[in-house]
T-cell receptor, first 114, second 112 residues
Framework: ETGVTQTPRHLVMGMTNKKSLKCEQHLGHNAMYWYKQSAKKPLELMFVYSLEERVENNSVPSRFSPECPNSSHLFLHLHTLQPEDSALYLC?????????????FGSGTRLTVV | LAKTTQPISMDSYEGQEVNITCSHNNIATNDYITWYQQFPSQGPRFIIQGYKTKVTNEVASLFIPADRKSSTLSLPRVSLSDTAVYYCLVGDSSGGYQKVTFGTGTKLQVIP
């Protein structure tokens, strides 16, 4: 177990469905991130939460809605997705405020939009 | 954030030492250099981090020259299970959260 748990591991959803991805970290970190990794592309940063406040939103479409209710949990709410949104969605956490940073990633959710 | 450049791919035979070099000409004074490993359909895994000179752990060594404009990840005696994508990242989070941009990484293929 990496210390960052993502559920579900796999998700297939139709374009009209609403679903949520969940991330939980057990490391006491104070920053959490959502990344998207499409086939043969680099990881793309989507959202950053620091001390439970959203501090980054990298021009992500509104059909993706993040939520961070506390420092240990992060959600990504999905609705009316498109087939091009099919990708591996990765959650990560880190301890912001220290120079020697390090990310801990979860195993990801493989999302397929049909 | 400093931009990094690394080879797109490398091949190596089992049992050989593999060195992957990353260029980061615009590295800032407070930046650390961190390497991650990613297997297909998994999240990247932290391998090693350093600021200057040499760092070694049970998995790899990291060599950083005095000017810090490049770094080399060294994997001793690779096995088939080391086949993965390796990412070099440069940054500093002392001022708060860290927004890190991943490049394309280096795809290492270990051959039997």
């Amino acid at each position: 177990e990496t210390g960052v748990t993502q559920t579900p591991r796999h998700l297939v959803m139709g374009m009209t469905n609403k679903k949520s991805l969940k991330c939980e970290q057990h490391l006491g970190h104070n920053a959490m991130y959502w990344y998207k990794q499409s086939a043969k592309k680099p990881l793309e940063l989507m959202f950053v939460y620091s001390l439970e406040e959203r501090v980054e939103n990298n021009s992500v479409p509104s059909r993706f809605s993040p939520e961070c209710p506390n420092s240990s949990h992060l959600f990504l709410h999905l609705h009316t997705l498109q087939p091009e949104d099919s990708a591996l969605y990765l959650c990560a956490s880190s301890q912001a405020g220290t120079a020697n940073y390090g990310y801990t990633f979860g195993s990801g959710t493989r999302l397929t939009v049909v | 954030l400093a931009k990094t450049t690394q080879p797109i791919s490398m091949d190596s035979y089992e049992g050989q030492e593999v060195n992957i070099t990353c260029s980061h000409n615009n590295i800032a004074t407070n930046d650390y250099i961190t390497w991650y490993q990613q297997f297909p359909s998994q999240g990247p895994r932290f391998i090693i981090q350093g600021y200057k000179t040499k760092v070694t752990n049970e998995v790899a060594s990291l060599f950083i020259p005095a000017d810090r404009k490049s770094s080399t990840l060294s994997l001793p005696r690779v096995s088939l299970s080391d086949t993965a994508v390796y990412y070099c990242l440069v940054g500093d989070s002392s001022g708060g959260y860290q927004k890190v941009t991943f490049g394309t990484g280096t795809k290492l293929q270990v051959i039997p």
